[in-house]
């Protein structure tokens, strides 16, 4: 049969192995197969891309990120568009928009207008609502005026103007209505993170038991590790349902605390950029959420207390960290900016694997783990 493209002669990272001499192959947005050495020629693609040997990775997914290049996701489709722009040339081939603490009518309309987006560009996977339903001690970058404990009628709103399109959304859930809350977005299918929390561990049992299933970015604006308080992070190390996030950037945590955190939820750690603005751009003064920023050699802290507010990385650095100072093996670094992002907001049938019938993304990195091209639905960019 025909095909579109065949990517060949690559270092094929999938499924958590290596395979020596792979080509995929892409037709109509899709992996259309796989194998190794020269069989690929049988197939006469239009288009034939020689990988030389490089590592060749599914597209990197972002299921926690709020802009880049300089824009915001929260300032509307022009923004959005910049943002995404620079993040796909590192790699991020799908994303969830993330969005900061608001009031809930401009939430509410900033979730529906990348419902719409999403609707009419399937490289963006949705929303996620970071706010407001946070623990004002743990708000982290959030305006704490606009920080407020759930109710029903706020939770409809959102899911309303949201039309099937918020993705996930981050709560503390000991405010009061905290863990309904949960049930009724978890009912919504929509993915419940717990963070920005004063929770101990026997409220994030109670909040996975009641359908949360991710941590945000584990041991950030949350109780840490006591030996007599185990806290949020030990619930989700001995929860098999739940997916930790964390920012690989050397800053928001240690690279040996991240060592102890995949060790201890092997295939459950999900890397995220929480990326702000100033991702991919020069340091400098910037906003997020109406907040000031002052982002020095590469670190964004709030201007008022020092708070660090979102990161500068990109996915592929995130990897690279993963790699070079964490010490993970390679398939299970692409596995965590992959498949498990993808898994853990349900659509690992579609992205995150370079097996046949998923969306033809891929990205080429080079022996440092640098990007060197990157294809979206088969075509590259």
């Not at 037709?27 to 069989?39: E, P, Q």
Request: hydrophobic fraction near 50%.
């Amino acid at each position: 049969m025909a095909v579109d493209r065949v990517i060949h002669s690559a270092r094929l990272v999938d499924e958590g192995r290596v395979t020596e001499h792979a080509w995929v192959a892409f037709h109509d947005g899709l992996v259309a197969g796989l194998g190794t050495g020269d069989d690929w020629r049988e197939l006469s693609p239009r288009e034939a891309d020689d990988a030389g040997e490089a590592w060749l990775t599914p597209g990197f997914i972002d299921i926690h990120g709020h802009g880049g290049g300089g824009a915001a996701y929260d300032d509307g489709p022009d923004a959005i568009a910049e943002a995404r722009a620079l993040h796909r040339t590192h790699g991020t081939t799908r994303a969830v928009l993330s969005l900061v603490t608001a009031s809930i009518d401009d939430l509410a309309a900033r979730a529906a207008m990348v419902g719409e987006l999403s609707a009419a560009d399937a490289t963006i996977l949705g929303s996620h609502l970071e706010g407001p339903f946070l623990d004002v001690g743990h708000k982290g970058a959030h305006t704490p005026a606009l920080l407020r404990a759930p109710d029903a009628a706020s939770i409809d709103h959102l899911l309303e103007a949201g039309a099937g399109s918020i993705r996930q959304i981050t709560l503390a859930p000991e405010l009061p209505g905290g863990l309904d809350a949960v049930r009724r977005f978890a009912t919504a299918g929509v993915a419940v993170a717990v963070g920005h929390t004063d929770a101990d561990q026997a409220m994030t049992h109670a909040a996975f038991d009641a359908g949360a299933t991710i941590l945000t970015h584990a041991f950030n604006a949350m109780r840490g590790i006591h030996h007599r308080a185990p806290g949020p992070v030990v619930a989700a190390l001995s929860d098999d349902r739940v997916t930790l996030e964390v920012v690989a950037d050397g800053t928001h945590v240690h690279p040996d605390v991240i060592r102890l955190l995949a060790g201890g939820a092997p295939g459950r750690v999900a890397l995220i950029t929480d990326a702000m603005a100033a991702a991919g751009a020069p340091d400098g003064a910037y906003t997020l959420g109406g907040l000031e920023v002052s982002v020095v050699d590469g670190v964004a802290r709030l201007v008022s207390d020092g708070t660090i507010a979102g990161s500068t990385l990109t996915q592929d650095a995130a990897v690279r960290l993963m790699v070079h100072e964490v010490g993970m093996p390679l398939p299970d670094a692409v596995a965590a900016a992959t498949a498990v992002p993808a898994a853990a907001i349900g659509v690992a049938d579609r992205f995150g694997s370079l097996t046949p019938g998923h969306a033809a993304d891929a990205v080429l990195l080079d022996e440092r783990l640098t990007v060197q091209r990157v294809w979206v639905d088969g075509a590259p960019i």
